[in-house]
């Protein structure tokens, strides 16, 4: 069976997590196997980076630098293994996310895009929650978090600009998600089934 990999993206307080784990049970359920990971990883340049989160943000070129390397990890260890054994993959967070907050600091998206194409694979399917800046921020109080260094609202604002700006490719879907979790849940399946890439459930 051939791989499947699924990208999640948005700014912070969208919900990508959830609805990663939503998907995943949902392959499963398919009679799938499914990997679900994140970006940052848990390795050691995602660690420097989560850390930096709270502690103050790296410079510019050494943030870009930590997200390369940790990314360039995460597809030679995990994602190409699990694609190339046929998994579902599905990623909270990618090169994307490199090119939105890393492009609010000063660098050009499309020059990160192709330092990162130069290894990683591209997603067959891009799934981008997109929420308006104040709603977000105030899921992430909610969630009694308060905002990090890549939370600031400018800079959210500017990276869901980036974000949105994604929608001509074929393989990027914008699903608005300021509404209740299952109908989120139900728009990105909808979204799968439409592309061919999930099996509707019987009688659908």
């Known amino acids: 069976m051939q791989g499947l990999f699924i990208v999640i993206e948005g700014i912070d307080g969208t919900g990508k997590s959830t609805q990663a784990r939503r998907l ?12 679900v990971s994140r970006e940052p990883t848990d390795g050691p340049w995602g660690t420097k980076l989560r ?7 790296l ?6 630098e930590y997200f390369l390397k940790d990314r360039r990890q995460h597809v030679g260890e995990l994602i190409r293994p699990a694609l190339a054994a046929g998994k579902v993959v599905i990623l909270d967070r990618y090169y994307f996310s490199s090119m939105a907050y890393q492009g609010c600091r000063g660098f050009d998206p499309t020059e990160i895009r192709r330092l990162n194409e ?8 891009l799934l981008i929650l997109d929420l308006e800046v104040d709603r977000a921020l105030e899921r992430i109080g909610s969630r009694g978090d308060s905002a990090n260094e890549f939370e600031r609202r400018d800079s959210l604002q500017q990276c869901r600009e980036i974000f949105l700006s994604l929608t001509p490719e074929p ?12 109908e989120v849940t139900a728009r990105l399946q909808q979204v799968l089934i439409r592309v ?4 509707a459930p019987p009688g659908a």
């Open 24 to 35: 995943a049970a949902w392959y499963q359920a398919q009679g799938r196997e499914v990997v």
């Open 118 to 125: 130069a290894f990683a694979p591209r997603p067959d399917v």
């Open 59 to 64: 410079s510019p070129a050494d943030e870009l």
């Open 171 to 182: 393989f990027a879907h914008i699903i608005p998600c300021d509404c209740p979790l299952d």
């Open 51 to 57: 850390e930096s989160a709270a502690s103050g943000r």
């Open 196 to 199: 061919g890439q999930a099996t």
